[in-house]
């Protein structure tokens, strides 16, 4: 049985930007290695909060490309997640709903996911979503 082992999220990073040419390919290689199953990865959910807000805050690429290369790592066969279908379903709600954060997405997708129906906050953007009502503490 392989090791599974931790992705950080610079190298996720190096594969989707191939802006240091010699990170960027062992980061791609690594992506492939975990793909074709000699080796197994997992990368937290803080990964993907941390990729979407570097890749649309500081390199300013847009969503819609965002959660397409996102969704394609998500699909790699050597590549485990917790909440994945929540990642997935916050990704698709992120791209649609401008003022949301991905962050807020996921913790959207999450409670619903979850089975809750409810989630404290005082943050009423997040008042778009079927299935959650928002609740002030």
Known sequence: MRETMLVDTNVFLRHLLQDIPDHATRATA??????????????????????????????????????????DILGNQGLSTDHPT????????????????FLDCFHLALTRKLGMTKIYTFDWKMDRYPGVTLIEP
């Open 30 to 71: 690594l992506l492939h290695e975990a793909n074709d199953g000699k080796v197994a990865l997992f990368a937290s959910v803080t990964v993907f909060v941390e990729l979407t807000h570097f890749l649309n805050r500081t390199q300013k690429v847009p969503r819609k490309p965002i959660v397409s290369a996102l969704l």
């Open 86 to 101: 929540a990642i997935r379903e916050a990704l698709f709600l992120w791209k649609r709903h401008g003022p949301l954060s």
